[in-house]
């Protein structure tokens, strides 16, 4: 029962099935979109931070800088991109069973 004393309106099978396709489209998309923009994330990671290398090696070796900067920005970065990585794709599909679960808890009691 709800707070206020009513109970949800019962479905019939077509609403159902209807709604279960409705959420796995949802999940779907969603689970393609993290997944692109994750992969997005990473290949800006590594086409910049080659670019980064690869002009810090100019500094390095030409230009006699004797500092090696790359290095914060692909530990850093990577650091954000692993954390990236955990968050959209590994906790991303437990989210989504305790958001099944929850629907059907509400829809089927």
């Known amino acids: 029962m709800r707070e206020g004393g009513t109970s949800p309106p ?59 900067w790359s290095l914060v920005s692909v530990i850093f970065w990577g650091l954000a991109v692993l954390i990236h990585y955990i968050i959209s794709l590994v906790l991303f599909e437990e989210w989504w069973k305790s958001d099944d679960r929850q629907i059907a808890n509400r829809y089927y009691g």
């Open 10 to 68: 019962a479905l019939d099978d077509e609403t159902i099935r209807q709604l279960a396709a409705y959420i796995t489209a949802k999940k779907n998309m969603r689970r393609h979109r993290t997944r692109r923009t994750f992969f997005t994330h990473l290949w800006a990671y590594i086409v910049s931070n080659a670019a980064l290398i690869a002009w810090n090696a100019y500094t390095y070796f030409v230009l006699d800088v004797s500092r090696i």
